[in-house]
């Protein structure tokens, strides 16, 4: 293993344990695929409103609720592979199909292992033509955007889903926008494979560097807490100003000798907000509950000195809300949600920049020597100046033809003061 830049870890005043740090490494080893093997993961979330006039957000529970159009959707899934808390069904599976839920209900397809725009449309018309007809007997509709588009956060309850209360707990302390982020917002993430290491860094760091650009050319956030948003970046911006110690840019990403240790040492290093103990039997067994929440404490205070499970992996790996996320693939997570046209011409540019090999090197010759201080200013160029800025120093424009995506100029809006030119 390549020795990380922090040796010793001396320069961290909450050190992670070398096994856990190990594990960790191992995991993201294990990911890694031949270039025959590589495909795509792609997320939507959904936002439920009401079809009375009033697009208010549907409760988990109730006869009309979320429960409801989950009941009636458990005949159409694996029955062995349903996802229940506390006696609550919370989420559904079957090959190729992944219902979930987030915090204020929203309803997350997730598709894969995918090979081009093709399947992942195939698989979504599936899902759609099936629950769309409940939703609309129950007297709710998903509809796609980046934050809800009526009433405000306060008026979204958060699923029976105990990880989701205790995280309701420490975000709620830090400000408002772990709140919103909880219960109004609503992402599409398209997630990528990697050969190795090297790969998987260089991916990491490209995704970092357009996905705000990319972010822009696909936004989809006409409102904002009952009024007209005024920033393009809404969304991404909510995330930033979640919890910056767990969102944003990855620490020390672009530079030199960045590794898989490396971002498992940051991972181990950071406070756990939530700790799933549902599989450590030395913790457990002195818990009435698998989930509680930690002020202060890293990993290595509350996980055994041993290495982690794939579980404990796993749930280390899901607290940190990162604008490019690894797991044991590459998760893209800078889009708002997306209808299925927009979404599948999403993935087929992300195909292009990150799997056609004279493109990604191409890519990362243009931005080779990039700092984070230069995404940060892209970041903030695109969130203050929309259609004017200029990120890396090129118009939008340029990026277009530079990322394969000319032809995202005519389907992405341009007036922020007319809500109507979202596309539904």
């Known amino acids: 293993m390549r020795k990380s830049r922090g040796v010793g ?4 005043l909450t050190v992670p344990n070398p096994k856990h740090v190990a594990s960790l490494v191992r995991y993201f080893e294990h990911g890694a695929k ?5 495909g795509f993961g792609v997320e939507i979330e959904h936002l439920p409103v009401r079809n009375d006039g009033t697009d208010a957000p549907v409760p988990y529970e109730g006869e009309t609720g979320i429960a409801a159009l989950l009941k009636e959707l458990e005949p159409l899934y694996d029955g062995d592979k349903e996802y229940r808390e506390d006696g609550f069904l919370v989420g559904l599976s079957r090959p190729g199909c992944v219902v979930s839920l987030e915090p ?8 894969g292992v995918l090979r081009d725009r093709n399947e992942f449309e195939s698989l979504y018309r599936g899902f759609r033509s099936q629950v769309d007809p409940i939703a609309e007997r129950l007297g709710f509709r998903l509809v796609e955007y980046g ?26 302390r830090i400000g408002q926008c772990g709140p919103m982020m909880m219960r109004s917002t609503a992402s599409t993430q398209v997630s990528i494979d990697y050969r190795d290491e090297r790969d998987a860094v260089a991916k990491i760091r490209l995704g970092t560097a357009i996905g705000p650009i990319l972010a822009y050319f696909f936004r989809n956030t006409p409102i904002f807490e009952d009024q007209v948003n005024t920033l393009p970046l809404r969304r991404q911006r909510i995330w930033d100003w979640l919890d910056v110690q767990r969102t944003g840019l990855i620490p020390g990403l672009y530079e030199e000798g960045f590794g898989w240790e490396d971002y498992a040492v940051d991972l181990l290093s950071t406070p756990l907000m939530v700790a799933d103990v ?10 009435e509950k698998p989930f509680f929440i930690c002020w ?9 000195d041993r290495s982690l499970n794939e579980h404990e992996v796993a749930h280390i790996l899901t607290t940190h809300f990162n604008d490019v996320r690894l797991k044991n693939y590459i998760e893209l997570r800078h889009w708002d949600s997306l209808p299925q046209e927009r979404a599948g011409r999403l993935l087929e540019i992300i195909s292009h920049d990150f799997y056609d090999p004279g493109q990604l090197a191409r890519l990362e010759s243009l931005f080779s020597g990039l700092t984070e201080e230069e995404v940060l200013l892209a970041k903030a160029d695109l969130q203050v100046h929309g259609a004017q800025a200029r990120p ?10 530079i990322l394969g995506a000319a032809d995202t100029l005519g389907t992405v809006p341009g007036d922020f003061a007319n809500p109507d030119c979202f596309q539904k």
């Open 9 to 12: 870890y001396a320069h961290l």
């Open 34 to 38: 031949s270039a025959a093997d590589q």
């Open 104 to 111: 204020g209900s929203q309803v997350e397809c997730s598709l």
């Open 147 to 172: 934050y809800r588009p009526a009433g405000s956060f306060r008026d979204v309850h958060v699923n029976p889903k105990e990880r989701y209360d205790v995280m309701n707990t420490y975000l709620g």
């Open 278 to 287: 549902s599989q450590t039997p030395e913790v457990r067994d002195r818990h």
């Open 296 to 304: 202060h404490e890293n990993a290595a205070e509350i996980y055994p």
């Open 392 to 401: 890396y120093g090129r118009s939008l424009d340029s990026w277009r033809e």
